[in-house]
Structures are given as structure tokens and as C-alpha cells.
């Protein structure tokens, strides 16, 4: 009989950094479709080349991530920085913040637009409650942050297989057409190899923010083996709506309405009805919740660390509500005095200033643990 309970135990703890990063990851324009059509749509059947490449830089740094953590036994971003690149630790702390600030900004104002167009919200009756469930949440803690990203997760797959198979059983010959004939139509760059994967670990790189949010949940990995199983589940259960959503577009292949659309998945569900944009619009409210709580929550931990060090005590549930609301609060002002379209120019630059003090030297320093000997 005890079997049972440590079986169901180390499942979770293989499945919960998976089911963390990708209910963070999935939030804003993933969740929408619009990044998708920029990282694999717009190549029609060459895109899917992108999405495997995709799927191997998602596994290989959540790896990499999960035993670098598990034999340095750190499990907060500015501890796994110093063992990464030192001192420089500090040029991460802010290309995080200032990125987290930037993304939170764009998820509460696509929230408040999403609502209003799919549930009739009000736009800031939309961001204010994007605002109070994110501040709940981290206001509760982690183990509650857990459960709830983990029905949100099961919910999540659940709608987008739903979605998919709605679109594709309603239009599975112009699915097959765009396979059988290999329609690139749309963009002329999609039959060079190299370019797809490399779009595909550009789309990798954009998402490096996201793994500071799981590091809370490593600490009950155990051993190097459970750190490989649950990091290629982590790529997977991150990769696998990118394709559902992938082989809903080619669906619409090459449809300018669609593929031009901010909010795609919105085109592709207006011929089956109300019940199916309202169930769209409460599954990517509640993914923009996630991404949000994710970033904030990842920044709490390195706060409580801080904390912890000095005076020996953790944050309270009420300080950690407290930085959750002014990160949301910042963002929201930020956003409204036209941040926006600065986001949209900076964006890539402090992307690739994670790739330089997160991505580049975990890719060097962390292979070599898992070649490494047992103590």
C-alpha cells in the first residue's frame, strides 16, 4: 500500500516543472496563436522542421536547468546565476526584472482585450481582476500556486485538443493539401533548412525568461535520471500545443485573415460559434494569469532567499501579495502611457540579453554534470 502514495510522489515531482514552465510559457501570444504563425505558421509545411527544433532547445535547457540545480542544490535564479557567471549575476537580475515588467505589461493588456472581445468585459474590468487573482495567487504560496497551474495545465490541454479537433475534423482536407503539395506559399524564406531551426532556437531564446519560474519545484528531484525524465517531459508538455495550434493553422494555410490576425485562434474558432470563444476566453485569461504569476513569483523566491539570509525568516504571504500588486500595478501604468510599442522594439534586444547571461552559460558550464560521476 505505501508503494502507491511514493509512486504518485515521484510522478509529481517529475511532472510539476514541466506543468510550471508551461503554463507560464503559453501565456500572451502563444496562447493566442500569433506566436506560432511567427515561428512555424507562416512556413506552411516546412514549419513543423521549426517546431522540433523547438521542442529539442525547450528539453535540452530544462534538462540542463533541473540537474544544474538539483548539484548545486540552488533553487533561485540569483543563486543559479552567481554559479553560472558570477558576479555578473547582476546583469541578469536586471534584463529579468526589466523583461518580467515588459511581458507582464502586454499579458494584463492582452487580458483586458481578450475578455472584452471574447466575454464582453470591459477592458479594465479585465485587467483589474488580472491583477487580483495574480496577487491571490502569490499571496497563498507555492503549494497552491502549484494546484492551481496544474488544473489550469489539464484545463488548457483539454480546451486546445477540443479546438483542434474542431478545426481539423471541419477542415481536414485543406490540412492534407498543404502537407501532399508542400505549400510554403505564404513565406518565401521556409525552404532553407538552416533558417527554420534557427527560428526555431531564436523562439527558444525569447522563452528563457520562463525558467526561473520552476526552480521552486527542484527541490524534490532527487537524482540525475529524474532530472532528464522531467525535463524532456518539461519540452514536450511546452511543445505539444504549439503543434496543436500549428496544425490548426495549416488548416487556413495560407489565408492572410488568419495568418495576418493578432489573435488567430479567435479566426479559426468564429465558424463554430459563441460557446467556443467563450471557453477560448476564459482558457487564455487564465494563461495570462499564469504567465504573469509565474514571472512575479520567480522574482519573490529570489527576494525570500535575500530575506531568509539575513534576518533568517521568510517573506509573509502578505509582502509576497504586496510586491505581486506593485510589479502589476508598474506594468499597468507602463502599458498605458504607451509602453506598449517600446515593448515591441525592445523586446528582442533584452531576449537576447538572456540568451547572453542565462542561455549561453548554462549551455557551457552545465553538460559537463551530466557526464559527471556520482558522489
Known amino acids: 500500500m505505501s508503494s502507491i502514495p511514493n509512486m504518485r510522489s515521484r510522478f509529481s515531482r517529475i511532472m510539476l516543472p514541466g506543468i510550471i ?12 496563436g500569433r506566436e506560432i504563425v511567427e515561428y512555424g ?11 522540433l527544433a523547438i521542442l529539442a532547445g525547450f528539453s535540452l535547457l530544462a534538462i540542463l536547468t533541473f540537474e544544474a540545480c538539483r548539484q548545486w542544490n540552488v533553487y533561485d535564479y540569483k543563486s543559479l546565476l552567481k554559479r553560472l557567471i558570477g558576479r555578473g549575476w547582476i546583469a541578469y537580475e536586471i534584463s529579468y526584472l526589466i523583461l518580467g515588467v515588459l511581458i507582464i505589461a502586454v499579458m494584463a493588456s492582452a487580458a483586458g482585450e481578450i475578455l472584452n472581445s471574447t466575454l464582453g468585459f470591459n477592458v479594465w474590468i479585465g485587467i483589474v481582476l488580472i491583477i487580483f487573482l495574480v496577487g491571490f495567487l502569490n499571496y497563498m504560496g507555492e503549494n497552491f ?11 488548457l490541454f483539454g480546451a ?12 481536414s482536407s485543406q490540412v492534407f493539401d498543404v502537407f501532399f503539395n508542400w505549400n510554403t506559399s505564404f513565406e518565401t524564406e521556409s525552404n532553407d533548412m538552416f533558417f527554420l531551426i534557427w527560428t526555431g532556437i531564436t523562439y527558444v531564446g525569447y522563452n528563457l525568461a520562463v525558467y526561473p519560474s520552476t526552480l521552486f519545484t527542484l527541490k524534490q528531484i532527487h537524482s540525475r535520471r529524474e532530472s532528464i525524465i522531467s525535463g524532456v517531459i518539461a519540452g514536450l508538455l511546452m511543445t505539444i500545443p504549439w503543434f496543436l495550434t500549428y496544425v490548426a493553422i495549416m488548416a487556413y494555410y495560407p489565408d492572410s485573415d488568419v495568418l ?3 489573435v488567430p485562434w479567435l479566426k479559426m474558432l468564429e465558424p463554430f460559434g459563441p460557446v467556443f470563444i467563450v471557453i477560448f476566453g476564459i482558457v487564455v485569461g487564465w494563461t495570462l494569469v499564469e504567465t504573469a504569476t509565474g514571472i512575479i513569483h520567480a522574482f519573490i523566491g529570489r527576494v525570500d532567499a535575500e530575506v531568509f539570509q539575513k534576518n533568517k525568516n521568510h517573506l509573509s504571504g502578505l509582502h509576497k501579495a504586496l510586491i505581486s500588486l506593485i510589479a502589476l500595478i508598474a506594468a499597468m501604468f507602463l502599458a498605458q502611457v504607451g509602453i506598449i510599442n517600446l515593448i515591441a522594439k525592445g523586446y528582442s534586444f533584452m531576449a537576447y540579453a538572456m540568451i547572453l547571461f542565462y542561455g549561453v552559460p548554462l549551455l557551457i558550464k552545465a ?9
Do not use: C, E, H, N
Not at 500556486?145 to 484545463?155: L, P, V
Not at 486546445?160 to 477542415?171: L, P, Q
Open 21 to 32: 514552465l508551461q503554463s507560464v510559457l503559453i501565456g500572451g501570444g502563444f496562447a493566442t
Open 41 to 51: 505558421g507562416r512556413f506552411g509545411a516546412s514549419g513543423w522542421i521549426s517546431g
Open 145 to 155: 500556486i502549484a494546484r492551481m497551474k496544474t488544473i489550469g495545465t489539464i484545463a
Open 160 to 171: 486546445y485538443t477540443v479546438f483542434g479537433i474542431a478545426v481539423f475534423s471541419s477542415r
Open 260 to 262: 495576418g490576425a493578432a
Open 367 to 375: 553538460p559537463q554534470l551530466l557526464f559527471k560521476k556520482p558522489d
